[in-house]
């Protein structure tokens, strides 16, 4: 089974910058699309940033400009690099694989989650 490690969160001010990483297991991991997500408390688990095995990319509004996902397919990597950080994006992140369509749809596997708090 696919198991996904995430690391990097903690705690940054406000216009700081954070990267996040994703490490996953198994050889097809190449093959698999991969996405963030983020849930702060009180809201809903939203869309962050995807990446597909070819490395097309697609953010949410809110981030777009800020936060950029990349991917090393021989080190079985995933990224987000989050810059120009701000309060409202303090929330537990989340990384995600699917062996198939969309990542936004189908999530087959879940990283255990990292903290990302910002501070004003």
């Known amino acids: 089974q696919v198991q996904l490690v995430e690391s990097g969160g903690g705690l940054v001010q406000a216009g700081g910058s954070l990267r996040l990483s994703c490490v996953a297991s198994?050889?097809?991991?190449?093959?698999?699309?991969m996405g963030w997500f983020r849930q702060a408390p009180g809201k809903d688990r939203e869309f962050v940033a995807a990446?597909?095995?070819?490395?097309?990319?697609r953010y949410e509004d809110f981030v777009k400009g800020r936060f950029t996902i990349s991917r090393d397919n021989v080190k079985n990597m995933v990224y987000l690099q989050m810059n120009g950080l701000k309060p409202e994006d303090t929330a537990l992140y989340y990384c995600a694989a699917t062996q198939g369509g969309s990542i936004l749809v189908r999530q087959d596997y879940w990283g255990q989650g990292t903290q990302v708090t910002v501070s004003s």
């Open positions: 990446i597909t095995w070819l490395g097309s990319t």
């Open positions: 198994g050889r097809t991991f190449s093959t698999y699309n």
